[in-house]
């Protein structure tokens, strides 16, 4: 690991002042920076440690939002229990994401920006165009089990890895953020970024900008939520496909439903198009599947990947069976 400066923020200006001025990093949990530092693909300048921040709060606002502090622990968030009675499959997602320890370490700020975890990204004899802009990318010919089928261009096609912040999109959560510029509020819709012909801008926020806070607008349906991960082992392994997915049902028929995507795409996935087919139809698996296979029709995929197409269907299909019987509860 390089050498670099460690500055310990007391509060958010401080926070803010120490990145202002280029090459510095926040480190939340560390859980990834630190790893990405040791491997030499992040070599900052300055470290600002902001753990220490009093963004620590799950608060519930008047309206019947709730917004959770950047610095929240995601084992404490996974525990809360407004988050377990209102946002069950935020709960499920975060539980079902690394190891208790990790969990432990873990905050909301650095969940929603952990980078990818492309075989290729962690080489740094191979070319990648997300961590050496121009350079190419291994993935493309190489062994691409774990890459991503919606989302992709040319230019990269590594998965986004949170779990978490795929029941954020499914949430349409907000992140709120803060420079020395002010406070700006992001639709978690627009956080992360596809690929394009950018692949190393990956999120909307600038190099100065804290994450401060995550709001979850009131979603009453989600009281009927649920996050499923299918992997290759039955814990800390990163998702091959999941599915965070809320749902309504009146007298057999669908009033309303959400449905996000993980292990399948560049950014955490709101599956519209499915959704659009799922309200109005009568809940039942022939619905359910012609909706998760119109939200993977223009999946492009490869021949070590193409099985997540089938495999995001059936998960889909999975998901809101269950949550069709009522089985969403935390
Ligand atoms: C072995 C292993 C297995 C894992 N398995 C999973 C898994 O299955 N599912 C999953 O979702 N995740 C998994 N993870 C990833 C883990 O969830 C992330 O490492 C963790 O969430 C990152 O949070 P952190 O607070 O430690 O971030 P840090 O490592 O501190 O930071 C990560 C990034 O976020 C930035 N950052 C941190 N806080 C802020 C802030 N407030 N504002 C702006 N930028 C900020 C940092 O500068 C850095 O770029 C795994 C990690 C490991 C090591
Ligand atoms: S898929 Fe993206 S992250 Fe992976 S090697 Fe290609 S450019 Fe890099």
Not at 11 to 16: C, E, G, S, Y
Not at 76 to 84: D, E, Q, S
Not at 226 to 232: A, I, L, N
Not at 302 to 319: C, D, I, Y
Request: glycine share 8%; hydrophobic share 45%.
């Amino acid at each position: 690991m390089r050498s670099f400066t460690y500055v310990s923020a007391p509060d958010v200006p401080a926070a803010l002042a120490a990145v202002a001025d280029g090459d510095a990093k926040f480190l939340g949990g560390g859980t990834n920076l630190v790893d990405l530092m040791r491997e030499g693909i992040e070599q900052p300048a300055t470290v600002v440690d902001v753990s220490r921040l009093p963004l620590t709060a799950v608060e519930e606002l008047p309206g019947g939002a709730v917004r959770i502090g950047a610095l929240v622990r995601n084992s404490r968030l996974a525990a809360h229990p407004v988050i377990r009675a209102r946002y069950p499959v935020l709960a499920h997602a975060v539980l079902h994401g690394a190891s208790a320890q990790l969990r432990n370490m873990a905050t909301v700020g650095g969940n929603l920006m952990q980078r990818t975890r492309c075989l290729y990204f962690y080489d740094d004899a191979a070319p990648c165009n997300k961590r050496t802009p121009g350079s190419g990318c291994g993935a493309l010919d190489g062994f691409a089990r774990s890459t991503a089928v919606l989302g992709v261009s040319d230019h990269c096609i590594a998965t986004h890895p949170s779990d978490m912040a795929v029941a954020l999109a499914m949430l349409d959560a907000v992140v709120e953020v803060e420079s020395t510029r002010g406070t700006r509020r992001i639709p978690i819709g627009d956080f992360h970024r596809t690929p394009g012909d950018t692949p190393h801008v990956e999120t909307a926020l600038a190099p100065d900008e804290l994450i401060t806070a995550v709001e979850l607008p009131p979603a009453p349906v989600a009281a009927n939520s649920r996050y499923r991960k299918v992997r290759d082992r039955a814990s800390y392994a990163f998702a091959l496909v999941s599915v965070a997915a809320a749902l309504r049902v009146e007298d057999g028929v669908i009033t309303e439903a959400r449905v996000a995507l993980g292990g399948v795409a560049t950014k955490p996935w709101r599956a519209a198009e499915a959704e659009r087919l799922l309200v109005g139809q009568p809940a039942t698996d022939d619905t359910f599947r012609r909706a998760a296979e119109a939200e993977l029709a223009p999946a492009i995929t490869r021949e070590a990947n193409a099985f997540k197409v089938g495999l995001a269907v059936r998960t889909t299909v999975a998901t809101l069976r269950q949550l069709a019987t009522g089985g969403g509860a935390a």
